[in-house]
T-cell receptor, first 111, second 115 residues
């Protein structure tokens, strides 16, 4: 099935560093969603984007809906150990409820 | 606190067993979903229910049988599963009215191991 191209696949950073990850698609998306999943848990919604060009923040997290509607990025500033987890991008390519998912970016933070 | 609960959290079953997974959402949503999450694969949508009616079956084998008695509860009945069905099974819910309201909220999942 269709999936998003999410990069990088994994990151290992020092506490305090900023992090950037992105997702691209070959088709236009109407929504972009960023989720975080920790071991043994389900994905938790971090940021939802609904309009091209939209820039939204949630604490130290900032995400943008690309103006071409084919990409999105997520930035985490001043990382802390509890940021560890897998970050997934997902989006809707039409009016149906089917979400298209990336494979995730695994983030490790060295204290 | 996601508002979506799943039980059991862990399940080990033999290939001849019959078991059920349960999901309950406390968000007042009308759409509910079952997903399968396996390592190194994107989340696989299995079933979608909207206002208790099944609106999508993503070519799921018949050994998985969903049931949605009302908008708050969703079950996944399992029988004669195969070892390759071992995975994390996630339930999600959304508003169900289309557009921006289709943001999905997930439960913690049931980790299933088939022996």
């Amino acid at each position: 099935g269709q999936q998003l191209n999410q990069s990088p696949q994994s990151m290992f950073i020092q506490e305090g560093e900023d992090v950037s990850m992105n997702c691209t698609s070959s088709s236009i998306f109407n929504t972009w969603l960023w989720y975080k999943q920790e071991p043994g848990e389900g994905p938790v919604l971090l940021i939802a984007l609904y309009k091209a060009g939209e820039l939204t923040s949630n604490g130290r997290l900032t995400a943008q809906f690309g103006i071409t509607r084919k990409d999105s990025f997520l930035n985490i500033s001043a990382s802390i150990p509890s940021d560890v987890g897998i970050y997934f991008c997902a989006g809707h390519a039409g009016n149906n409820r089917k979400l298209i998912w990336g494979l995730g970016t695994s983030l490790a933070v060295n204290p | 606190e996601t508002g979506v609960t799943q039980t059991p959290r862990h399940l080990v079953m033999g290939m001849t067993n019959k078991k059920s997974l349960k999901c309950e959402q406390h968000l007042g949503h009308n759409a509910m979903y079952w997903y399968k999450q396996s390592a190194k694969k994107p989340l696989e949508l299995m079933f979608v229910y909207n206002f208790k009616e099944q609106t999508e079956n993503n070519s799921v084998p018949s050994r998985f049988s969903p049931e949605c008695p009302n908008s708050s509860h969703l079950f996944l009945h399992l029988h004669t599963l195969q070892p390759e069905d071992s995975a994390l099974y996630l339930c999600a819910s959304s508003q169900g009215s289309g557009g921006n309201q289709e943001t999905q909220y997930f439960g913690p999942g049931t980790r299933l191991l088939v022996l």
